[in-house]
């Protein structure tokens, strides 16, 4: 009898350690998940950007048989990786960089010839223009002028300043909007988001001064910067605080997805789309990510060209998030349960900012 007393004991541990240990096991795979996704994300996204170019918009300046000549060479030779054309003059040339549908403008002069480019729009494409067109010269035996059109503000010499900004702006989001929706369990989903909203304003503020006085990164044009500042983040944080009602403990990793896996590597801030792959050259086109950071650049150095668009996209995500809280604020009315106790609350919080910490 006292045999078997020791051995109850001993199983019991054993089977509390292996429910235990079977419990973390399982929570180690969202960040496990988490720690996959990025990397292939980031790796997909960032990886040898010159050897995935594609469709990159440069320009042979004159209208003579030469410069038409030299266009087809470039273009033959470089296959889908370029989009040449010819333009006219150095004006016209010019004129479409600083509307952004060029990223370089070679001018082959015989003694002198020249490559225009615009910095400010993005590094990586203008570092991929000047490696095509000093290969172009060097056959010649001509040194390459290369004229910067828009050189990005002295405060941010690798144009990197934004992209900077938005990952500030983005992890606030994230964990925020958590914090709002786990503390705030027993408010309604409109008060929520009505804090959701005014949190975004402050946010905003702190990214304005981060890219303005703080660091210079912006030199001008600081109060446009900051309305688009918070539009992204209203944007985000209405995301979040309307997907938690449905995910609850899962609404971190899914904003992890939307806005560092997808959002970090499409918006532009390291490298444009023209050096990726199809896939998060498409994300570009309308993600939230993109639409700040090509919306300030627009602003900022190009007189607003673009700027339109990009406004768009910002305000069509914070209408995204709004719709989200009204589905939210539906479904927390027809559902009979009570709100989360508080410890719950408290649990599920503690868990869903550990699995913000990684990010």
Partial sequence: MSHKRTIRPLMGDLLS??????????????????CLGVGL?????????????????????????????????????AGDALDVTTVPDRAAASHQIMDRDLVGAYIPNPKHPEL??????????ATAAADIFTAVAATKDDPLKVTD?????????????LFYVLIALTIGSNICAVTISTAGA??????????GITTALVMSVIGAVLAGP?????????????????????????????LHTFLKRFTMPALMVLFIMLNFTSCGGIVEPELQNGFFGALHAFWDGAGFVEGARSLLYFDSAGLAGRLLSLALW??????????????????PAAPAAASRVESDTDEEMSVAAAA
């Avoid at 059109?149 to 300043?161: Q, R």
């Fill in 41 to 77: 994300a980031y790796i997909g996204a960032f990886h040898a950007p010159q050897a995935r170019a594609h469709d990159l918009k440069v320009a042979v300046v004159g209208t003579s048989t030469r410069s038409r000549l030299l266009a087809q060479s470039i273009k033959d030779k």
């Fill in 149 to 161: 059109l828009s050189p990005p503000a002295s405060g941010d010499p690798n144009n990197l300043g």
């Fill in 116 to 125: 225009l480019i615009a910095r400010a729009n993005s590094g990586s494409t």
């Fill in 17 to 34: 350690k292996r429910r235990t240990v079977g419990r973390v096991a399982g929570h180690l795979i969202t960040p496990l998940l988490i």
């Fill in 318 to 335: 914070l209408v995204a998030g709004l719709l989200l809280v009204i589905a939210a604020a539906v479904a927390e009315r027809r559902s």
């Fill in 186 to 195: 027993a408010l309604r989903a409109w008060t929520r988001a009505a804090i």
């Fill in 214 to 242: 703080a660091s210079h990164i912006v030199d001008h044009g600081l109060w446009g910067v900051w309305a688009m500042a918070w539009l992204y983040t209203a944007g985000t944080l209405t995301v979040g605080i309307g």
